[in-house]
Structure formats: C-alpha cells, structure tokens
C-alpha cells in the first residue's frame, strides 16, 4: 500500500466531510484495478450538496497543490466523478448510489468507513 496515495484518499474523505457528505467509504483497489488504486465514495442529500462536496474537493487539495486530472458529472450533480488518478472520488446523491452499487460491484476491494 502506497502511503502517498491512501494520504490522497484521505484528503477526499477530509474535504467530503468537511461537507457534510455520508456513509463515506475508501477502498482500496490496488491490484483490482488496472485504473485507479482507491475510490472514495459518499453520499449527499441534494443535487446541490453534491456539488458543494466536489467543489470543497478540488478546493482543499488544490491548496496541496493536487489537481485533479477530470471531473464529470457535475451539471447534473446526481453522480459526480473527480479523477485525481490513483484515488477517484464518487459524489452521489442517495438515490443514484443505491441503483450503481458501487460497493459490491468491486466487492473484492477492502473497504474503510471513513470516520472524519
């Protein structure tokens, strides 16, 4: 385990709670994925959360000097996507969490409930 990349995924899971965003989970997918190495997911109550925890994302690790590489999803902000290359972040409003699964979808990754 990179110790540089879970500090990023960290720092997502900081910004997102910072937030207020929910149930935010980080898992670790190296090895799984030949993509990214961690997700952090979490939920907002409203389209307009959601897009407040993103913007609080790429604000905070911004001032790290981190930016992201791409961001999708954020005029609808029912799922937004910020890829930061080793850790993407996913916002979701609940909904939209619970119809995509993402969790047992790649349920062979070790998942850490995020307690900010």
Request: net charge negative; charged share 25%; glycine share 6%.
């Amino acid at each position: 385990m990179n110790q540089t990349d879970i500090k990023l995924a960290e720092l997502v899971a900081q910004a997102a709670s910072d937030k207020k965003a929910r149930d935010i989970v980080i898992m670790d997918l190296t090895g799984i994925s030949p993509v990214t190495d961690y997700f952090v997911i979490c939920s907002a109550n409203s389209t307009t959360q959601v897009q407040a925890i993103a913007d609080n994302i790429e604000e905070q690790l911004a001032e790290q000097g981190i930016k992201s590489f791409r961001k999708e999803g954020y005029r609808e902000a029912r799922w937004v996507l910020i890829d930061y290359g080793n850790c993407v972040a996913h916002i979701f409003v609940e909904d939209d969490r619970q119809f995509y699964k993402l969790e047992r979808l790649w349920g062979d990754a070790k998942q850490v409930a995020y307690q900010g």
